[in-house]
T-cell receptor, first 113, second 111 residues
Framework: GENVEQHPSTLSVQEGDSAVIKCTYS??????FPWYKQELGKGPQLIID?????GEKKDQRIAVTLNKTAKHFSLHITETQPEDSAVYFC????????????FGDGTTLTVKP | DAGITQSPRHKVTETGTPVTLRCHQT?????MYWYRQDPGHGLRLIHY???????DKGEVSDGYSVSRSKTEDFLLTLESATSSQTSVYFC??????????FGPGTRLLVL
């Protein structure tokens, strides 16, 4: 089955700096890669996603890159703000099989003012 | 926020008792999912549904059953709760075969 590894498990940055979270996956059948942000006591919220036919996607301060050959994808947050502090999860799945979503173990991001 | 509610939000029960968690959506999405979240394990898929009365197993389905009699409701049942099922349970929905929106979660403690 699919195996998703996420690094680092914790990340602390100063406000205004950039943050990068990396994930690797094992199943070449995976073609959908979402990222979720989870604030304390809440459910995960989809913040950006990328499909395997695209190498990079950007949405304001958030970007995701995908390297299919190396089987890794990354989340980049620029100009970090204290409200970006949360747990971030990556996931990988084949878009034609709803039952095969595999999540990383999460990264706790702390943005210090 | 997507229209997903979960009930109850918190529950304490005893080992061996049956427990049913409810997920309700107002988005009319075809796909609904149940995940559990545990420290050190991230989110793991328990069961999912791709339509009324159509369900399938996920990664950690043992000890759980589901039912979907209406598009908007997806029930998760623990037939005989065990301490290993203490967890936070999240419902999620998606228009296609991709988990998009999560509910607020249910904290379950099995004593």
């Amino acid at each position: 089955g699919e195996n998703v590894e996420q690094h680092p498990s914790t990340l602390s940055v100063q406000e205004g700096d950039s943050a990068v979270i990396k994930c690797t996956y094992s199943d070449s059948a995976s073609n959908y890669f979402p990222w979720y942000k989870q604030e304390l006591g809440k459910g995960p919220q989809l913040i950006i996603d990328i499909r395997s036919n695209v190498g990079e996607k950007k949405d304001q301060r958030i970007a995701v890159t995908l390297n299919k050959t190396a089987k890794h994808f990354s989340l980049h947050i620029t100009e970090t703000q204290p409200e970006d502090s949360a747990v971030y999860f990556c996931a990988a799945s084949p878009s034609t099989n709803a039952g095969k979503s595999t999540f990383g173990d999460g990264t706790t991001l702390t943005v210090k003012p | 926020d997507a229209g997903i509610t979960q009930s109850p939000r918190h529950k304490v029960t005893e080992t061996g008792t049956p427990v049913t968690l409810r997920c309700h959506q107002t988005e009319n999405h075809r796909y609904m999912y149940w995940y559990r979240q545990d420290p050190g394990h991230g989110l793991r898929l328990i069961h999912y549904s791709y339509g009324v009365k159509d369900t399938d197993k996920g990664e950690v389905s043992d000890g759980y059953s589901v039912s979907r009699s209406k598009t908007e409701d997806f029930l998760l049942t623990l037939e005989s709760a065990t301490s290993s099922q203490t967890s936070v349970y999240f419902c999620a929905i998606g228009a296609g075969q991709e988990t998009q929106y999560f509910g607020p979660g249910t904290r379950l403690l099995v004593l």
